[in-house]
């Protein structure tokens, strides 16, 4: 069992940065690829970013490629999404998900454990 748990997320002005971090409980998060998907009011949540296990893999979406940067520190069972460049369009609530697999997926449904979820607002 994975337990996750997001923190970082608030109001921020466009151009602005924000610093998610997910903190995980359990004995496999070094084998466990993880993922940032994001859901907006009335719209299906969405494939943020992913990196592997290793942290040597990672996939973004095209929405946030060169914005975002997706990194995790095995030692501290903590991924991290790095929000660059932020856009009123980037406003969601964003979550953590862990995958019982090493190698990543862009697809929620081969994620297996998901946190709460951490309000991003940006502001125009």
């Known amino acids: 069992q994975v337990q996750l748990v997001e923190s970082g997320g608030g109001l921020v002005q466009a151009g602005g940065s924000l610093r998610l971090s997910c903190a995980a409980s359990?004995?496999?998060?070094?084998?466990?690829?993880m993922g940032w998907f994001r859901q907006a009011p009335g719209k299906e949540r969405e494939f943020v970013a992913a990196?592997?296990?290793?942290?040597?893999?990672?996939s973004y979406a095209d929405s946030v490629k060169g914005r975002f940067i997706i990194s995790r520190d095995n030692a501290k069972n903590t991924v991290y999404l790095q929000m660059n460049s932020l856009k009123p369009e980037d406003t969601a609530v964003y979550y953590c998900?862990?995958?019982?697999?090493?190698?990543?997926?862009?697809?929620?449904?081969?994620?297996?454990?998901w946190g709460q979820g951490t309000q991003v607002t940006v502001s125009s």
């Open positions: 998900a862990a995958r019982s697999r090493a190698t990543i997926s862009t697809r929620k449904y081969e994620y297996n454990y």
């Open positions: 359990g004995r496999t998060f070094s084998s466990n690829a």
């Open positions: 990196i592997s296990a290793t942290g040597l893999i990672t």
